[in-house]
């Protein structure tokens, strides 16, 4: 719906327009972000691009602009989250838009039946954006199909987490300036790991190298036909990378015999500070979060100078404010 | 120390990783091989070696058979926890009294080896004992109980060569098919102790006519088998290094033959016992018949016997197995599973492959030689200049009768007392140092 209010205020700093292929300035056609694989290279940099924009936002003394006054945006998380929750509202907030938490039970999506009644219960209320994060793989895509607002994906199951595959990336952007012909490794728990997968259809797509890292039964070789380098000696390769972007290890996967202990897991594979001794020296460590301290990386690796894990947070404002902005922004117009 | 030259004499040097069989002096400095010297083919004369030489020790071997250390990979040693059937020294004594040179020990002490504390534990051991070089091979699982991934990349790090719940196999599908992929990242072989545990049930020897005579519970060949079965396929896909332990069937032969045509990574090997003894020899429930794998039928000596001579059976153990005497004088059910065997080991795998004619020395020797060390990733079972000097020297015609009070082990269950052999171990030299002779 489009209001003589939006159009007249200034919804938002100037944009600079990325290009789209034939020179003609790239404009974002989807009302839903469900995930960075369908994304082109181009689509992928608009975000970028925007986010950069926004992030101007977070500096001033009043830290909104009104590109969603008077919408209504719901956070239908039906997964525990704290940080990508939290992150969310505020962008919305920022954004000027009405948030909603919806506080979902244990109510089971498996059976289909009351998830979709749930999302169309809340449509009907009259939602612009239902920011959706479930257990289960393919969860906002069941939800998108059956709403005629946005959704966005905050993670659904083991398949994508867009929004922070993109604020990983604009984290490397920011910190390295560039983006082609860097080498990225990201270790742990690739296997059961939406960020991993976000991450990789992202950076593969703007020209960086990926390797993943860690045991043969975590980071299965079936990754390199997703375009994946496989490592499972991590200090063979870590002299190459750039970027290292750890993920949590969950104390759950011992008893699936992923590996034998954690001790042995950080041994192998953890970020110790001998570990980061054989690092590239202008390297960039990352980690989606929660850390495990001394299990994917000892305390002085997270909190050390060479750490982008409170950038990254930052940076998910200002991402996330661009998705939800040019989401509404098709939506409207679409 | 300063390890002295030594010089062996006059002896039939066959060493199958260089191809040599021929009549030479070995000569050995600083504890390693220096050369196989053919007195008729170049080299050094036997005069100039004196001459260079002069302080050497020499050791007449004409007469005997020359070759590289045999190396052991299935042995058990009882320490921690039952030094009174065996400790890591008399295990060595034992190993060393029957002309091997590097042994290779199971995990299931008492506390199992499972972490790389143990394993540490067992290098130092046998470095204190002195004797010969001794392997650990670490658990699969944790407390070898057969369900958490014990930590194998520690057990590496700290030198475990292969891994292995031997005693027991693991029994379930998923820990195995974990432990493939997870053990392939560091290249070392799983040992398997084929027995599917609900197929054999509470069975005590071979499910065939002997049991059902004697009215005893039976372990079928395809408790073996179906493992087998299972574990080739879980190594197919995950492309890990498997070993199956101790064979003792026809089907479990033939099963291994065709995985090794069709390309996939499986090494086997054989005890002296599933080469010379059926289970008919279970006759009067003498608990010295009993060990696990069970013994089993004549077609399935004669398949294993096959397996060897065509290679399908990659190289000859043990499976020395000490137990106290009072452990093995109980009732047959309930008796310990096991045999001694590593003082008459080459005797006995001659007696039954020799003899007969199935494979001639070079082969023999290659099976308890250069396969084993490639099979354990080590750098031994070879007499090429600059390897370590481990050697054996053993005498292929000297008959003698098996006496078990005489025995370094410090158990003495097996079936052989009194057995007359052929052939014995003359002199045992571990990194260039005489560690055992015969008197």
Not at chain 1, 236 to 249: A, H, K, P, T, Y
């Amino acid at each position: 719906m489009k209001r003589a209010a939006d159009r007249a205020e200034r919804v938002g700093p100037p944009l600079a327009p990325a290009k789209g292929g034939k020179g003609e300035p790239m404009t974002w056609s989807h009302r839903n972000l469900l995930g960075l694989e369908e994304l082109s290279a181009e689509e992928i940099t608009l975000i970028l691009d925007t986010a950069k924009a926004f992030e101007d936002v977070s500096t001033r003394s009043v830290k909104k602009v009104p590109a969603l006054r008077g919408r209504v945006v719901v956070n239908l998380f039906f997964e525990d989250s704290t940080r990508t929750r939290t992150s969310f509202t505020l962008a919305a907030q920022r954004l000027s838009a009405d948030v909603i938490e919806f506080a979902a039970g244990t109510s089971s999506i498996n059976k289909g039946e009351s998830f979709w009644d749930t999302a169309r219960n809340i449509e009907a209320m009259g939602v612009d954006i239902i920011v959706c994060r479930h257990s289960v793989a393919g969860a906002s895509s069941l939800v998108a199909r059956n709403v005629r607002c946005s959704v966005i994906n905050a993670g659904d199951g083991c398949h994508e987490h867009p929004t922070q595959g993109l604020l990983d990336i604009y984290t490397i952007r920011k910190a390295k300036g560039r983006l082609e012909g860097l080498k990225v490794a990201i270790v742990g728990d690739v296997a059961n790991s939406r960020v991993a997968r976000s991450n990789l259809h992202g950076l593969l797509k703007l020209g960086v190298e990926v390797t993943f890292v860690g045991p043969t039964t975590l980071v299965p070789a079936a990754f390199t036909e997703l375009g994946a380098r496989v490592c499972h000696d991590f200090d063979s390769e870590i002299g190459q990378f750039d970027v290292i972007n750890m993920l949590r290890v969950q104390r759950e996967r011992v008893s699936s015999n992923v590996f034998p202990s954690l001790r042995e897991y950080s041994r192998l594979f953890g970020l110790t500070d001998e570990r980061m001794q054989r690092a590239r020296p202008d390297v960039l460590v990352m980690h989606p979060g929660p850390i495990n301290r001394g299990v994917e990386m000892s305390g002085a690796v997270a909190d050390g100078r060479k750490s982008a894990i409170l950038q990254q947070v930052t940076n998910g404002l200002a991402v996330r404010m661009a998705v939800m902005f040019l989401c509404k922004q098709a939506a409207d117009a679409g | 120390m300063n390890i002295g030259d030594l010089i062996i004499r006059g002896g039939r040097v066959i060493d199958p990783s260089q191809g040599i069989d021929g009549v030479a002096d070995l000569v050995i400095r600083g504890g390693r091989i220096a050369e196989v010297n053919k007195p008729s083919g170049g080299g050094t004369s036997s005069a100039a070696l004196d001459a260079s030489a002069p302080g050497a020790e020499t050791i007449n071997a004409e007469g005997c058979i020359v070759c590289p250390g045999l190396i052991d990979m299935h042995v058990h040693l009882r320490e921690p926890g039952n030094e009174d059937e065996e400790t890591i020294r008399s295990g060595c004594a034992a190993a060393v009294a029957g002309g091997f040179t590097s042994i290779a020990c199971m995990p299931n002490t008492d506390p199992p080896i499972d972490n790389e504390a143990m394993v540490e534990f067992v290098y130092r051991q046998a470095a204190r004992a002195d004797l010969c070089n001794v392997y650990p091979i670490g658990a699969v699982t944790r407390g070898r109980a057969g369900k958490e991934l014990a930590e194998m990349g520690q057990m590496v790090r700290a030198g475990a060569v292969a891994f292995s719940d031997d005693g027991c196999g693991v029994a379930s599908s998923s820990v195995m098919y974990r432990a493939m992929q997870y053990v392939g990242m560091f290249g070392k072989p799983i040992i398997q102790h084929c027995e599917d545990p609900d197929l054999a049930g509470s069975g005590c020897m071979n499910a065939g006519t002997t049991a059902t005579r004697l009215g005893l519970p039976g372990i079928p060949a395809i408790a073996e088998e179906v493992m087998i079965q299972r574990d080739l396929l879980i190594a197919r896909n995950t492309g890990a290094v498997y070993h199956v332990a101790h064979v003792s069937t026809a089907g479990a032969v033939q099963l291994i033959r065709e995985a090794k045509a069709r390309g996939i990574a499986v090494t086997t090997e054989v005890c002296p016992h599933h080469l010379l003894l059926t289970e008919r020899s279970v006759e009067h429930y003498d608990t010295n018949y009993k060990m696990n794998p069970p013994l089993r039928t004549q077609p399935d000596v004669d398949a294993c016997l096959e397996g060897v001579a065509d290679g399908t059976i990659d190289c000859l153990v043990t499976d020395h197995a000490p137990h106290g005497a009072d452990e093995k004088a109980i009732d047959f059910q309930s008796a310990p599973s096991g045999i001694i065997g590593l003082e008459f080991a080459l005797p006995l795998f001659a007696r039954a492959l020799i003899a007969p004619g199935l494979v001639d020395w070079p082969v023999l020797i290659s099976r308890m030689t250069a396969a084993p060390a490639r099979i354990l990733g080590l750098d031994k079972g070879t007499l090429r200049a600059g390897a370590d000097a481990d050697v054996t020297i053993f005498d292929p015609q000297m008959t003698w009768v098996v006496d078990l009070t005489t025995l370094r082990s410090r158990s003495a269950n097996c079936p052989y007392d009194g057995w007359a052999l052929q052939g014995r171990v003359t002199h045992t030299v571990v990194a260039g140092v005489v560690k055992f002779t015969f008197a």
